[in-house]
């Protein structure tokens, strides 16, 4: 039996410029009937057009199904398969990742105004940082920032992050640097390693709390991470290199009564 574009659309449930698509990349052939000039399908273009949503559904592109149907032999077809799955297997372990972010961020969320300002110990997450500006300066010649589009894109596992040298909080020295965090475990999944120009934090005891800026001003004074600092040194513990930061969320961005909240961690380590 054969089928008009009108008919093999009702049939699977497309539209006609849906068939005429797949007929236009080559996966679909027609014959015209001379008597009528419509284009016209066989059964057999039934099964092609639902094995070729299949492998829309399998993240392939209509050519690459087109080239499935048409052209590769058992072995390419099973190799580009193959191919395929390890991508798709990728993406759902990056999928994954980020659902678990999205709870996490959640739960950040729900306890933003009961943390803000309370210091406590605990464990913090190991870190891997860029920085592309130190005290709202580009660093136009960092090699950071030539890597910073690559980790843009693996956003949400990628995230604003500040690093707060010691020193600075110790001396209420306005310094610190802007850039890009990703954490220890995500970085392994996303084959992210070391680098000359990536800092690496370890995870460890840290003092934690949640800094809340209530200010459009994208800079932050030097004082907000003081608190952390002084609960480090009141509890016998010897702050460590410098602290940073993770941005929870922005909230009225476009308005003066702008706000942000930020996780601060200030790894440290105890008093012998």
Not at 6 to 27: F, N, P, T
Not at 123 to 142: A, C, F, Q, T, W
Not at 143 to 158: I, V
Request: hydrophobic share 40%; aromatic share 8%.
């Amino acid at each position: 039996m054969k089928y008009k574009i009108s008919q093999i659309a009702k049939i699977i449930g497309v539209s006609s410029e849906a068939v005429r698509l797949y007929e236009k990349k080559g996966v679909l052939k027609t014959e015209k009937d001379e008597e009528s000039g419509y284009r016209l399908f066989h059964a057999l273009d039934i099964g092609t057009m639902l094995r070729c949503r299949s492998y829309a559904q399998f993240g392939l592109s209509l050519s690459e199904a087109a080239s499935l149907i048409n052209d590769y032999d058992l072995e390419q077809s099973y190799r580009a398969l193959v191919g395929q799955e390890a991508r798709m297997q990728q993406e759902i372990e990056r999928q994954m990742r980020c659902l678990v972010r999205l709870k996490e961020l959640n739960q950040l969320i729900a306890g933003c105004e009961r943390d803000a300002g309370v210091c406590r110990m605990q464990e913090h997450p190991g870190i891997l940082r860029i920085d592309y500006h130190h005290n709202g300066v580009l660093m136009k010649d960092s090699e950071s920032l030539k890597q910073f589009p690559q980790w843009s894109a693996l956003a949400p596992l990628s995230f604003i992050s500040l690093r707060i040298p010691v020193e600075s909080m110790r001396d209420s020295v306005q310094d610190y640097y802007a850039g890009l965090g990703i954490l220890e475990e995500d970085a392994e999944i996303l084959g992210i390693r070391d680098s000359k120009n990536i800092r690496r934090t370890p995870k460890g005891l840290a003092v934690r709390t949640v800094l809340k800026v209530s200010s459009p001003d994208p800079l932050i004074g030097i004082n907000a991470f003081q608190g952390v600092y002084a609960y480090a040194l009141d509890h016998g513990c010897v702050p460590l290199e410098e602290a940073y930061t993770r941005m929870i969320i922005v909230i009225h961005r476009s308005s003066d009564k702008c706000v942000r909240y930020y996780e601060v961690f200030l790894p440290v380590k105890a008093k012998k």
